[in-house]
């Protein structure tokens, strides 16, 4: 009985150290994915480029399929710079975003229909640059990917994930003022 005792306690102690060490992790992890990344990072600029007429946005897409933001505002004729970010860990291959930015008059659905059979270019249909302003490269979990333009005329623009499916709810307004 005495044996026994020792081996209950003994895989109690064992089970507990076990237990406290994931849990640890885990606050630690959703602590990091509640962290907002900013939408426009101007403090960030390095001094000289103070004057700069380039805005920043960061936007962030997750394993949920959802954006950060779901509008952004530039100034026409500016040059803007847009960096997308996957908070997600899943592949790219699964659950893959890019940033698409549609120029006006182009249907939604029907570029997204378009864009979910066209692996091969990364979900960008070929043939489709007339209805594009800009998009990002694909990237997966914890990748980052960047672009640069000129924001076109004053107007609203769509903007959404073209990967498959990913559209009904990756989408929102690119809003030139």
């Known amino acids: ?25 885990k606050k630690e992890e959703q602590q990091k994915e509640t962290i907002k990344l900013g939408v426009q990072k101007e403090e960030e600029e390095p001094k000289a480029d103070v004057n700069s ?14 954006f950060d933001l779901s509008e952004i505002k530039v100034k026409a004729g500016q040059k803007v710079k847009i960096t997308l970010r996957h908070k997600g860990k899943m592949d790219v ?12 008059g182009v249907d939604v659905a029907e570029f997204g229909a378009k864009a979910a059979v066209a692996r091969d270019t990364k ?4 043939g489709s640059e007339k209805d594009i302003v800009a998009h990002t490269d694909l990237i997966g979990g914890g990748q980052t990917s960047s672009i640069e333009f000129d924001a076109p ?25």
């Open 1 to 25: 009985m005495n044996k026994r005792h020792i081996n209950y306690v003994l895989v109690t102690i064992f089970s507990l150290v076990i237990f406290t060490s994931c849990g640890g992790e």
């Open 53 to 66: 007429n380039v805005t920043e946005i960061v936007i962030t897409g997750d394993d949920m399929m959802k």
């Open 93 to 104: 291959n699964v659950m893959g975003h890019n940033f698409v930015i549609l120029k006006q």
């Open 123 to 126: 979900y960008i249909p070929a």
């Open 153 to 177: 005329e004053a107007g609203t623009y769509d903007f959404l994930c073209s990967f498959p499916g990913h559209y009904a709810l990756m989408k929102g307004k690119f809003i030139v003022e």
